[in-house]
């Protein structure tokens, strides 16, 4: 695992890898060794909900209510916790998000390589993760844990087929993470690992925490050798089905329609970067794909995959041209505006988690997406006020 103050390519290879520019595509594809185991400035009021998050019909549902949230992505979670002198910033992010409102968190449960990798199970890491979930839980903020990622900054799938190719097996290319059953098997075994994890500050293993609202399966998943997209559907059937067998009280979330339509994943996900897809990311060129890009695929929820439906990541580069604060609060207005009708109309969009959340100190952290509440009032403002509209929402619905 790679440690603040130790050695960082953690968010220069984060931003390298968010800073490449991909085809505008209308949504992102999806959300160790031995043998295969058989088993700040306003103050918003967020409901304590102890119970898990589950799916009823189309929505969210929490302690028998409609759940709707407003978060953030904060990759760095686990890296910063694993070294105790460094956990206050985790804490003050936590108590930031909640005093702003927001309920749900997506955070990195993997690092495959660098330094200090989890997966040797490094028991310090480890306890850095048992200090996230232990904090979300203080401050009532629900997690998502992605579990594996398509990048190589930390590992990722390449590590896995790289710990395969030096046991022998034949390994062509990275997409063999999908189709060979050894590495099968160690992502199998990854994700049991987790399940049974007993934390070390409660003694509550994780599968019986509802403070995990949802695995995520992987980030961003790409398989280039088969656009077809059959090898990936193929991936992501097993290994929900897998997870679901030996945990179902967790949710499991993947990205899009195809993938959405498998039974073992329980709610859909999109990730927004325009600035990222457009060959004319002008103010005016984003906002416009923006909003029709998330409506399509709230209608798409709506009228086809009949499943919750949230905004996993969402995003605008400082370094865009001509970029501005203003530009910034109204892409993120974009998205809750799209949010939160949909909820309000009963539909389907449950909530939403930008891209990426730091406290102060963290400069090293920066990759040119991040939002630090006490730094940007304007942005805030407009956070601020979808938390309070998606927090009222669920409260109207449950009275």
């Excluded at 690092?111 to 993760?129: A, C, H, I, R, V």
Aim: proline share 4%; glycine share 8%.
């Amino acid at each position: 695992m790679i440690l603040q103050g130790s050695f960082l390519p953690t968010a220069f290879n984060h931003q390298a890898e968010k800073g490449k520019k991909r085809k505008p595509i209308k949504e992102k594809k999806l959300v160790l060794t031995g043998k295969c185991q058989r088993r700040s400035h306003l103050a918003v009021k967020v409901e304590d909900g102890g119970g898990f998050v589950k799916t009823e019909g189309v929505h969210f549902m929490l302690n028998g209510s409609p759940f709707y949230a407003n978060g953030f992505n904060a990759y760095w979670l686990m890296f910063l916790a694993s070294d105790p002198s460094q956990r206050a910033k985790v804490t003050s992010a936590f108590q930031e998000a909640t005093s702003h409102g927001l309920s749900i968190a997506r955070t990195w449960a993997f690092s495959d390589g660098g330094y200090m990798p989890l997966q040797t199970y490094s028991e310090k890491m480890f306890q850095g993760l048992d200090f996230v979930i232990s904090e979300a839980k203080k401050f009532r903020i629900k997690l998502v844990l992605s579990l594996v990622d398509n990048y190589e900054a930390l590992g990722g799938m390449r590590q896995y087929v790289e710990w395969a190719r030096s046991q022998g097996q034949p390994i062509a290319s990275d997409d063999d993470f999908f189709t060979n059953p050894v590495v099968k098997c160690y992502y199998k075994n990854h994700v049991q690992t987790f399940l049974t994890r007993r934390k070390s500050i409660t003694g509550i293993a994780y599968k019986d925490d509802p403070t995990i609202m949802a695995w995520e399966l992987m980030n961003d998943v790409r398989c280039p050798s088969d656009p077809s997209g059959r090898t990936i559907q193929a991936w992501i059937t097993e290994m929900a089905s897998h997870k679901q067998q030996n945990n179902p009280s967790f949710l499991v979330r993947m990205d899009f329609i195809e993938n959405n339509q498998i039974p073992g994943i329980d709610f859909a996900t999109v990730h927004s970067y325009p600035d990222q897809w457009l060959s004319d990311p002008s103010e005016g060129n984003q906002i416009s794909f923006l909003s029709n890009w998330a409506n399509t695929h709230i209608q798409d929820v709506q009228n086809v995959l009949r499943k919750p439906l949230l905004f996993a990541e969402f995003g605008i580069s400082s370094k865009d041209l001509g970029y501005n604060q203003n530009e910034r609060d109204q892409f993120f207005d974009t998205v809750y505006s799209a949010i939160y009708s949909s909820a309000r109309g009963g539909g389907m969009a449950a909530g939403s988690m930008f891209w990426q959340l730091l406290t102060t100190g963290m400069d090293s952290y920066q990759d040119i997406y991040e939002i630090v509440l006490s730094e940007s009032p304007s942005t805030t403002s407009v956070i601020v006020q979808q938390s309070q509209k998606i927090n009222r929402k669920g409260r109207c619905t449950r009275a």
